[in-house]
T-cell receptor, first 114, second 110 residues
Framework: TAGITQAPTSQILAAGRSMTLRCTQD?????MYWYRQDLGLGLRLIHY???????GKGEVPDGYSVSRANTDDFPLTLASAVPSQTSVYFC?????????????FGPGTRLTVL | DAKTTQPNSMESNEEEPVHLPCNHS???????IHWYRQLPSQGPEYVIH?????VNNRMASLAIAEDRKSSTLILHRATLRDAAVYYC???????????WGAGTKLIIKP
């Protein structure tokens, strides 16, 4: 089973350009999440979605936007990239948003903003 | 949000048990204790979680102190494939955030 797929695997982006990171899950999970992980640090939540049609802000939402038009897809958009957004981005999903549900993670997208 | 404290790194020998400690002195009654691990260049992977009672699964055991202010992840027989960063995370029902610390880097020596 594919689980969670992310695209692209890596990207170098010029500052000021926009970009959408793609995330698709095939587990029919209701909840999805976007995290960023800076070098040597733990993950930080950017945005989340409890179910299709709803989204919420995480710990570090500024400079990012998300949409959840259907259950499977949860794209993350950087409208105007800045160097501080250089990071590894992980998409995750869980059956529901409750505190006892395990999250499944994708392989990540490594983004470098120059 | 309640935070956790873990050692930066630990070493263990292959095929020996490993006990990874986590302190969470400000834990609230509704916080679940989650453990995830991250192998090099991969996304995190769920290991185990618990609320009050000790828990076992195919990957590990979770021992929770009676006052819930600390917990220990136990790998019963570590292999080289268990070398990873292990994160201890508290998660409550009032939000959907997993608050990640820097974790413990587990080094397995052959």
């Amino acid at each position: 089973t594919a689980g969670i797929t992310q695209a692209p695997t890596s990207q170098i982006l010029a500052a000021g350009r926009s970009m959408t990171l793609r995330c698709t899950q095939d587990m029919r999970h209701n909840a999805m999440y976007w995290y960023r992980q800076d070098l040597g640090l733990g993950l930080r939540l950017i945005h989340y979605s409890n179910t299709a049609g709803t989204t919420g802000k995480g710990e570090v939402p500024d400079g990012y936007s998300v949409s959840r038009a259907n259950t499977d897809d949860f794209p993350l958009t950087l409208a105007s990239a800045v160097p501080s957004q250089t990071s590894v981005y992980f998409c995750a999903s869980s059956a529901a948003g409750g505190p006892y549900n395990e999250q499944f993670f994708g392989p990540g997208t490594r983004l470098t903003v120059l | 949000d309640a935070k956790t404290t873990q050692p930066n790194s630990m070493e263990s020998n292959e095929e020996e048990p490993v006990h990874l400690p986590c302190n969470h002195s400000t834990i609230s009654g509704t916080d679940y204790i989650h453990w995830y691990r991250q192998l090099p260049s991969q996304g995190p992977e769920y290991v185990i979680h618990g609320l009050t009672s000790n828990v076992n699964n195919r990957m590990a055991s979770l021992a929770i102190a009676e006052d819930r202010k600390s917990s220990t992840l136990i790998l019963h027989r570590a292999t080289l494939r268990d070398a990873a960063v292990y994160y201890c995370i508290l998660r409550d029902g009032s939000n959907y955030q997993l608050i990640w610390g820097a974790g413990t880097k587990l080094i397995i020596k052959p």
